[in-house]
């Protein structure tokens, strides 16, 4: 007696359609390992890209506090007194901030500009 996947196997090897199957089985086999493989290079780009971005944010920001404190001593020295030259670079950068807050749309508008600029047209 005949059993529905015997003669389903039956059929399939008749008309061919085993390899076929497993062809088609293979080649998405092979697409999704591919498409997980550019997956984890894009991701392991973007994380590496933001990483370089943070240490040089942080190397800036270092570098700008050291030159901030060494202008401050400057002007300390130059108005003879222990605290002004502080208070003169700490104002600058609340003035500074201060004109960014004002003009925050200006400002967000000019950096999305240059980004858009930067990276092309949209694909």
Sequence with gaps: ???F???KDQLL???KLDTLLDS???YIEARVNLLKHEI???ITGHISRVVIILLAA???LMALGFISITIALWLNEATASPYYGFLIV???YVLTALLLWGYRGVAAAMLQKKLRDKTG???
């Design 1 to 3: 007696m005949f059993s």
């Design 5 to 7: 996947e015997s003669l």
């Design 13 to 15: 090897k008749l008309m």
């Design 24 to 26: 088609l089985s293979g």
């Design 40 to 42: 984890k290079e894009e």
């Design 58 to 60: 942080f190397l800036g």
């Design 90 to 92: 700490s104002g600058f």
């Design 121 to 123: 047209p949209d694909a």
